[in-house]
């Protein structure tokens, strides 16, 4: 996804502090501060996809965050490449919902 | 009454109850989930009891720090229900200091509206939500609270999952009881015991 939109920031928010497997909403919402204006979230199974629903609600900011719930690897890369091409999340929202 | 302490109390108990029954949880959710309830539960309430150490002015402050201690620290669906449930009873607490049976009533019961809420399920499921919810739905002080638990806990053994990992399993998650509704059943215990 890096070669094929470059220019679009990726956070990995996944697995605990100390590496092990799971989801912890506080690095979730880590990776949401660190986009510049809008987020979009995808996740895999289960407690990701509950953690990424926490981290939407619990983030107070000004960013547009929206999750996305669907396969995470398809998603991540229509995504990115409509994102590479200027769409906000909004409409990546859209494109998604159409895949 | 349910003091800070008590709360503290609690969930020191809660936690050593976790740890006695991490295997067990473990075994359930192998047999209808990914295997990693008991290590995630026991994970969780270890970071729980060592923010006890701090001083709380009210039990709503105590009751926040612990749902985001569990939050962060759980790792699977455990984390963000138990979490939820622990914040949103927090307003419910709010100030007070000690809680009687009907304030830790209706603090319990916004916690288990929250982890509907979060994980999408409704009683009949196969859940933690077959313990908490019918559990609370007709408490009485003079319940006694063990067995009413340890019977709901029984209950899930038949059910067949519709919600979670487990419903991967289908009719297969019969015969085993759901490992979310046992160690909702520990926490729940361990805080009535504080009430009474």
Known sequence: ?99 | MLTIEGFKQALRHAQSEIEANKDTLTDLDRAIGDGDHGINMSRGFEAVVAVLDDDYATLGDLSKKVGMTLMSKVGGAAGPLYGSAFVKAAPKFGDATEADFNLVKEALVEAATAIKARGKSEVGQKTMVDVWDPFLSDLNESDDFDAKLDQLVGATEDMVATKGRASYFGENSRGTVDPGALSSSIVLKAIMKEVE
């Open chain 1, 1 to 99: 996804m890096k070669e094929m939109a470059p220019s679009v920031p990726i956070h990995l928010a996944s697995g605990l502090e100390d590496g092990s497997i799971g989801t912890d909403v506080t690095r979730i919402l880590e990776a949401i501060e660190a986009v510049d204006k809008e987020a979009l979230i995808l996740s895999d199974i289960g407690s990701a996809t509950m953690n990424a629903e926490l981290a939407v609600d619990m983030y107070e900011g000004e960013k547009t965050v929206q999750f996305y719930d669907g396969p995470i690897v398809e998603s991540a890369f229509v995504a990115s490449v409509s994102a590479g091409n200027g769409m906000d999340v909004a409409q990546i929202v859209e494109q998604l919902k159409m895949a």
